[in-house]
């Protein structure tokens, strides 16, 4: 135990802060003034909770939009910026996030169980074994076509096309008249005269009756020209490659996409994920634009006002801490001071004998000092916190070297 000489001793807060924006705006909102307490503000309880996406009892529908946001952080709130856009595109990403919820998630059993069913190489009717037997079909038909027009010497270059016309007809005619008078029908004609049912007499077979029976045959060719050729046989080889190059096209990324189908729940559960991680990124830009105090303290400085342009990084309000103090001092003392060592300051605060003071700490830092090699800085750390709660030491206060002695243990 010894006594150090003072040489300088000041007060200072353990924690202050110049609380800052992360984006530029217009300071929309002040929610403090000089002298009142800032309010601790969880920030990574806060960032945890919104990144587990939590809902509001109805899976689809995330729970902290903008004015939940702004409710649940007001009590710890010291200013906030002008946001409307940002709160839109929140809200708007939730409400997004909602509605595939309701057309995607909430039935991905069922939507997962169809696509395995309409895409698995190993189920017939699937879309894999589809097109499988539709590149068997198209290379059967250029097969069956080339084999067609070897077949008929039309393996070439047609520059002709022949059409021809073939009809066969029967014609019956009957004419005649009646002998005046005579209405009574008569028997029929002999067999093989067919006078169609209209010709009845009395009698012998009236001599101007007139009966006729004929066949005709008709055929026509007709040929085109045109001045363009065609290949038929390598025509219809041709539109082969293609069809099968238009299945392979088809083929290759469904075959990529069947690699999946046993991991779709994970797909699902990445893709709602990944979602929500984009609802998270917007929900903290809206919280960049809100001023909150990392510790609990006063508000010792206010340097903006409503409407006043921010920027970035800009000091909007001082913030300190001073519920423990680090006392600052330059001490002359014979023996080693450590780290640890307990340091117990004896004075009169503001020179007055009816004002005596004794506080203690722990030293936090030391290292010499380029005056001697018996002067050293000194940092304490102490208590401030009187016994009705208040302060015992003023933020910077300086105590008087005249007043003030120093036992270090």
């Known amino acids: 135990m010894g006594t150090a000489k003072v040489v300088t001793i000041n007060a200072r807060p353990l924690q202050a802060s110049h609380l800052c924006f992360e984006v530029d705006g217009i300071l929309g909102q002040l929610n403090t003034q000089l002298g009142a307490t800032a309010t601790l503000f969880d920030f990574d309880g806060f960032y945890a909770t919104l990144a587990s996406a939590p809902t509001t009892g109805d899976p689809s529908r995330l729970e902290y939009d903008a004015p939940t946001i702004q409710s649940s952080v007001q009590p710890a709130t010291l200013a906030s910026l002008r946001a409307e856009p940002r709160k839109a595109a929140l809200n708007k990403a939730i409400n997004s996030r909602q509605n595939t919820y309701y057309a995607k998630y909430a039935n991905a059993s069922d939507i997962i169980g169809q696509i395995i069913s309409a895409y698995s190489p190993s189920l017939a009717g699937s879309k894999a074994a589809r097109l499988a037997n539709l590149a068997v079909l198209a290379q059967q038909q250029a097969n069956t076509l080339g084999a067609a027009y070897t077949a008929d010497g039309r393996a070439g270059v047609v520059k002709t096309t022949t059409s021809q016309l073939s009809t066969t007809g029967s014609s019956n005619q009957e004419s005649g008249e009646a002998p005046v008078g005579e209405q009574t029908l008569a028997p029929l004609p002999p067999p093989g005269v067919s006078i169609g049912?209209?010709?009845?007499?009395?009698?012998?077979?009236?001599?101007?009756?007139?009966?006729?029976?004929?066949?005709?045959?008709?055929?026509?060719?007709?040929?085109?020209?045109?001045?363009?050729?065609?290949?038929?046989?390598?025509?219809?080889?041709?539109?082969?490659?293609?069809?099968?190059?238009?299945?392979?096209?088809q083929q290759?990324?469904?075959?990529?996409?069947?690699?999946?189908?046993?991991?779709?729940?994970?797909?699902?559960?990445?893709?709602?994920?990944?979602?929500?991680?984009?609802?998270?990124?917007?929900?903290?830009?809206?919280?960049?634009?809100?001023?909150?105090?990392?510790?609990?303290?006063?508000?010792?400085?206010?340097?903006?006002n409503p409407g006043d342009a921010v920027k970035a990084g800009e000091p909007v309000?001082?913030?300190?801490?001073?519920?423990?103090?680090?006392?600052?001092?330059?001490?002359i003392y014979r023996d080693p001071i450590v780290l640890g060592s307990t340091v117990k300051v004896k004075t009169s605060l503001y020179d007055s004998a009816s004002s005596p003071l004794t506080i203690s700490g722990s030293?936090?830092?030391?290292?010499?000092?380029?005056?001697?090699?018996?002067?050293?800085?000194?940092?304490?750390?102490?208590?401030?916190?009187?016994?009705?709660?208040?302060?015992?030491?003023?933020?910077?206060?300086?105590?008087?070297?005249?007043?003030?002695?120093v036992t270090i243990t």
């Open 317 to 331: 309000i001082r913030v300190e801490d001073n519920t423990t103090v680090l006392l600052v001092a330059t001490l």
């Open 363 to 405: 030293v936090v830092s030391v290292r010499g000092n380029k005056a001697g090699d018996d002067h050293w800085d000194v940092v304490v750390s102490c208590n401030n916190v009187g016994s009705g709660g208040a302060a015992i030491l003023p933020i910077n206060y300086s105590f008087d070297f005249d007043d003030t002695v």
């Open 197 to 249: 049912g209209k010709w009845g007499f009395t009698g012998n077979m009236p001599e101007n009756l007139t009966v006729s029976v004929g066949d005709s045959t008709e055929s026509q060719t007709v040929t085109n020209w045109d001045y363009g050729y065609r290949v038929p046989y390598l025509e219809s080889q041709a539109q082969n490659e293609r069809a099968q190059i238009s299945l392979i096209d």
């Open 252 to 304: 290759f990324p469904l075959l990529v996409g069947q690699y999946a189908l046993p991991n779709l729940v994970n797909i699902f559960n990445n893709d709602l994920s990944s979602m929500d991680s984009d609802v998270y990124r917007l929900q903290v830009a809206f919280l960049n634009t809100i001023l909150l105090a990392p510790f609990a303290g006063t508000v010792t400085g206010v340097y903006k």
